[in-house]
């Protein structure tokens, strides 16, 4: 019960530091997410290591497209810092929460079944953040998007490597913990 009203607790803080700067959000969002780890999860911090090999990989892999947000401003080597600390954290969430409680065997099963829920809630997250935090990638404004949703404004190649970022990640994470595939509740 502690780990979920310390997270409410860090939801509500980070809906409020939106109103400072989504930078500040960003960074305080990835801290949390690890403090969060270590100290409620700390048997998963091993899930940091894949999210973000595949964050850098990606980072690395789509060159420039990266290269502006209109509500970022922190940049690393000239990429914004919000692509580098979403794309692990978005992906360590579903490892800290949704991966312990789908216990299907074997564990490809396991792994389509998270890559499932992933996909979704990419879809969910992605029109939160376009309509709802008005969140814009600058080299998306030469894309149309998905229609009605009006979500993922970029490349067909970068729409698909979205979706597959966290499908291998959830496919590693699922064969890292093929092991334990047992339910866990939030500690108290």
């Known amino acids: 019960m502690m780990e979920l009203f310390i997270i409410f607790g860090i939801l509500l ?4 530091l939106l109103r400072v700067s989504y930078d500040a959000t960003i960074l305080f969002s990835a801290a949390c997410a690890l403090v969060v780890g270590i100290v409620f999860r700390p048997h998963r911090l091993r899930g940091w290591i894949p999210a973000c090999i595949i964050t850098v990989t990606w980072v690395s ?10 509500t970022f401003r922190l940049y690393v080597f000239g990429i914004a810092l919000f692509p580098l600390l979403a794309w692990p ?5 579903g490892y800290y929460y949704a991966l312990p409680r789908v216990t299907i065997k074997p564990w490809m099963l396991r792994w389509l079944v998270l890559s499932t829920i992933y996909s979704v809630g990419l879809i969910l997250f992605e029109i939160i953040g376009y309509h ?6 600058d080299a998306g404004k030469a894309y149309p998007g998905w229609p009605y949703l009006e979500i993922f404004h970029c490349p067909w190649w970068m729409q698909v490597v979205y979706f597959l970022n966290g499908i291998v990640f959830m496919g590693v994470s699922s064969w890292i ?12």
């Open 13 to 16: 803080s980070a809906g409020l």
């Open 177 to 188: 913990d093929r092991n334990d595939a047992v339910p866990q509740r939030l500690t108290a």
């Open 61 to 70: 892999f789509s060159g420039s497209m990266y290269a502006g947000y209109n």
């Open 132 to 137: 709802v935090l008005g969140i814009h990638l």
């Open 89 to 93: 954290v978005g992906l360590m969430l």
